[in-house]
C-alpha cells in the first residue's frame, strides 16, 4: 500500500483526539472544545454528528447542523476537526465544512459495501481517514477497509483501536483483545495507531489505565470522549470525562520511548531477550512433544472406539493447571485461553489420527 505521513504524527507523541461523543446543542459542543483546547494537550477535536445507535428510539446524532457548531470550534481554537463518516453523503456534507480528520466507525468498517461507498466518495481528494476496527474480532475485515481505501487514492491512513463486542460479564464496554491491535500495527507498520479507551471501558475510572497501556505499547496517540456535563450527556454518559478530568488523567499518564541510546540498558534487554528465547524454545519442544503423546491418545481411542472429548478430565485439566498457573503467578483468565488453545490443537491432532484412513497408515 502507498502510505503518506500525517504531518501532526511526526510534530508531536502521543497526539490526542478528544471532544463530545454527540454534538448535542452549539453551546455543549462550543464550550466542551473550548474547555478541551484550553488544557493544551489537545491536538484535534472529535465529536459524534452521526451517530449508528443500536435502538432506533436512541439519539442518532444532530446530523449536518453540528458541522457549523465544529467549524466555529476550530475557528476559535486554531484545532484541527475529526467527525465519524458511515456513507456517501456524510462524506460530501465533512468534507463541505472543512473537516480535518474523517473516521469509520466500527459498526461501518465491519460492512465492506459501506466501507467502498465511502471509498468511492472520497476519491480524487486529499483527506486523511482513520478506521475503527470492526465490532467483532475479524482483522482481514480492518485490513480489507484500509485496502479499499487506498485503492481508492486515500494515502493518509490511520487505525483505532476501540475494542471488540464479547459476550458475558466484563469489566470492559469492549473487549481490547491488545494482542489483535498488535497484530495490526505489525501488518502496518506505516499507519498510526490511535487508541479510543472510552469505547473500550465504557466507563470514566477505568480510561487511565487503558490509555496508559495503550501508550506503554506503543500507540500514537488517544482519542478521549469529554463532555462539560457527561451526566447529563445524550449518549454514552458513563464514559464521558469533563474537560478538566481529562487534564488530569493526561497528566497522570507516563511516557515512555520505545529505545533510548543507552548501551548499559540496552545489554541487559538483549540478555533478558535472549533468555526468552530460550525459554520460547523449551516451551515449543515441550508443547510438540505434548502433541505426540495427544496423537498416542488417539491412536488408543481409535482402537477401543473412544470419543475424543472427555469431558472429565477436561474439567480436571482446567482445575488443576490453574491452580498452578496461580502459583507462578499467572492470572486464571489467561490460563484458561491457554488451555483452551492447548486443548483445540491436541483435539485437531487425535482427529487427524482417528479419521486418516488405513491405506495412509500404510
Request: proline share 5%; glycine share 6%.
Amino acid at each position: 500500500m502507498k502510505i503518506e505521513p500525517i504531518k501532526i504524527f511526526q510534530q508531536k507523541r502521543p497526539v490526542i483526539v478528544s471532544g463530545p461523543c454527540s454534538a448535542e446543542t452549539e453551546e455543549q459542543t462550543l464550550e466542551t472544545c473550548r474547555r478541551v483546547a484550553a488544557t493544551g494537550k489537545v491536538d484535534i477535536l472529535r465529536a459524534g454528528i452521526w451517530k449508528p445507535r443500536t435502538r432506533p428510539n436512541s439519539f442518532e446524532g444532530i446530523g449536518s447542523e453540528g458541522l457549523k457548531w465544529m467549524r466555529k470550534a476550530k475557528e476559535e481554537t486554531g484545532l484541527p476537526i475529526s467527525v465519524e463518516v458511515a456513507n456517501f453523503n456524510h462524506v460530501f456534507e465533512a468534507l463541505k465544512a472543512d473537516v480535518d480528520i474523517l473516521w469509520i466507525g466500527a459498526r461501518t468498517t465491519v460492512n465492506p459495501f459501506s466501507v467502498q461507498e465511502i471509498a468511492n466518495a472520497l476519491e480524487g481528494t486529499d483527506a486523511t481517514v482513520f478506521v475503527k476496527n470492526p465490532i467483532n474480532a475479524d482483522l482481514e475485515l480492518w485490513t480489507g477497509a484500509l485496502e479499499r481505501l487506498n485503492r481508492a487514492g486515500v494515502t493518509k491512513l490511520g487505525m483505532i483501536h476501540r475494542g471488540f463486542a464479547q459476550h458475558g460479564n466484563s469489566i470492559y464496554r469492549n473487549e481490547p483483545k491488545w494482542q489483535l491491535a498488535v497484530e495490526m500495527k505489525l501488518r502496518f507498520p506505516d499507519i498510526p495507531m490511535l487508541c479510543d479507551p472510552s469505547h473500550i471501558a465504557g466507563n470514566r475510572e477505568l480510561l487511565q489505565p487503558i490509555s496508559q497501556q495503550a501508550l506503554d505499547m506503543d500507540y500514537e496517540g488517544l482519542m478521549i470522549e469529554s463532555h462539560i456535563d457527561p451526566e447529563n450527556a445524550w449518549s454514552d454518559k458513563q464514559q464521558q470525562v469533563t474537560p478538566e478530568q481529562l487534564d488530569e488523567i493526561l497528566n497522570e499518564l507516563t511516557i515512555r520511548r520505545p529505545e533510548v541510546p543507552d548501551i548499559e540498558l540496552n545489554e541487559k534487554l538483549k540478555h533478558l531477550r535472549r533468555q526468552i528465547d530460550m525459554v520460547d524454545d523449551d516451551l515449543l519442544e515441550l508443547l510438540g512433544n505434548r502433541m505426540k503423546i495427544a496423537e498416542e491418545i488417539g491412536e488408543v481411542k481409535k482402537e477401543k472406539g473412544v470419543t475424543i472429548l472427555q469431558t472429565n478430565r477436561w474439567e480436571e485439566i482446567i482445575e488443576k493447571a490453574s491452580a498452578k498457573g496461580k502459583l507462578q503467578g499467572l492470572s486464571e483468565r489467561f490460563m484458561i485461553r491457554y488451555l483452551n488453545a492447548i486443548h483445540q490443537e491436541s483435539i485437531d491432532h487425535q482427529n487427524e489420527v482417528m479419521n486418516r484412513s488405513e491405506l495412509e497408515e500404510e
